[in-house]
């Protein structure tokens, strides 16, 4: 079950920050901040284990040198109040620090857990869109892909969808082949 909570501050302080959330003790859920309020997640299961490590490697193999493809947990930050940890991400070689990625992913990939689904599809997209992510992808446990590209007006049509066996051949951020059913390996 994903947990938003808005933690009680003493007057004045206001919302969370990315210190606020670095001092925090590492549980082994996934802690995102979105404008303040703390988003918590369980460890993922194994299924979406599986899905965001297939398609880390699908996403390696055809990177582009001036790119680099990291999986979770892994802070995109952008200001001090949002924090962001996307299953998989692609971002420029040169944007990346040790520590974080302080300049919008160029791919920011989510595989939707029924405790995340809501959260995915909805906030964490829209953050993404004002951050000026290019791309958004949402696997589902189906598999199934759904894709997002940022247009000239800052938002994000879905763009493409393969499901199963079908081949999504995608552009952005570079050529890349996926078929969600490959994703899954012996469990599909």
Known sequence: MTVVADIEHPAGS???????LERMPD????CELIDGVLIVSPAPGGRHQKIAYRL????????????EVVGAPFAVHSGDKVEL??????GLDEDFTDKDLPAPPVLAVEVLSPSTAIH???TKKAVHERLGTGSYWVIDEE????????DAGGHYPQVAKAAGDEVAELERPFPVRNVP???LGRVG
């Open 120 to 122: 995915d599809l909805n």
């Open 56 to 67: 880390h490697g699908v996403l390696e193999a055809a990177c582009r040198p001036d790119f």
């Open 27 to 30: 549980d082994g859920r996934r």
């Open 143 to 150: 598999p199934a892909l759904t894709v997002f590209e940022l």
């Open 14 to 20: 206001g919302p969370l920050t990315v210190q606020d």
């Open 181 to 183: 059913r490959e994703l």
């Open 85 to 90: 940890q996307p299953d998989v991400l692609v």
